[in-house]
């Protein structure tokens, strides 16, 4: 063995040595919801070869002030790369998709069989609810789909406190740290989501066949409306 594949073979055991193990995520299956502006959102999951346009798609954002879009943007662009280099543990990653078109990113992480941890839910098309849209259904991932007791979910901007805290009445849990720093914890339990989601999480599937082709190719952003 040469030195040169010698030191490949050194390299990739010590790649597989710091990615994080898995429990074993559940395929989430694409909804579409029909927004009030008369469009159709299609929810799906995204794939690794996706992000790096999202990547540059979002960057305008890390000096967007308005409604914290800023802190939002700069700890979603960590996380998206945290995923694509599989430097976070069992983090899934949604788009919002319309046409093609990203109209919002929703991703987050299971900590364990049973508790779930929200990272963020960005809105890149104001006015529809798409946002509270995506909220609903990456909470449906966890309850639904992973069959978990719990979410841990913080909010950025108050914005973002009255749509989750408030309307879901969530409790209220200080004394358990999120991963998004020192901002309160809130608890989503299943008690909870059993109460409103037949509210708030709407949505059709199967999902209809043209509605996936239409969404099957992410077309380049060509503007954010925020």
């Known amino acids: 063995m040469s030195t040169l ?11 597989r040595k710091l990615r994080p193990p898995t429990i074993g995520l559940v ?8 927004l009030t502006t008369g469009e159709d959102m299609l929810v799906r999951e995204a794939r690794d070869e996706e992000i790096p ?3 540059e798609a979002i960057k305008p954002l890390l000096d967007h002030e308005k409604d914290y879009y800023d802190i939002v943007a700069a700890r979603i662009y960590a996380e998206l790369l945290g995923k694509l280099r599989y430097r976070v543990q ?22 364990n069989a049973k ?7 960005m809105t890149l098309k104001r006015g529809a609810r798409v946002g509270a849209q995506l909220f609903a259904a990456k909470m449906e991932y966890h309850f639904d789909f992973m069959n978990q007791d719990e979410v841990l979910i913080v909010a950025e901007s108050p914005n973002g406190f009255r749509r989750w805290m ?61």
């Open 5 to 15: 594949d010698k030191w490949n073979v050194e390299l990739n055991e010590m790649e």
């Open 27 to 34: 395929p989430y299956e694409p909804k579409v919801i029909p």
């Open 53 to 55: 346009a999202v990547l």
């Open 90 to 111: 069992d983090e899934y990653l949604f788009w919002g998709l319309i046409d093609g078109e990203l109209a919002g990113i929703v991703n987050g992480r299971i900590v």
């Open 115 to 121: 508790t779930g941890m929200s990272y963020h839910t």
């Open 166 to 226: 408030i309307e879901y009445e969530l409790e209220s849990a200080p004394d358990r740290p999120h991963e998004l720093g020192g901002v309160p914890t809130f608890v989503l339990t299943r008690a909870l989501w059993e109460k409103h989601k037949g509210i708030k999480n709407v949505g059709l599937r199967p999902a209809d066949p043209e509605i996936i082709k239409a969404n099957e190719i992410m077309k380049p952003i060509a503007e954010i409306h925020v």
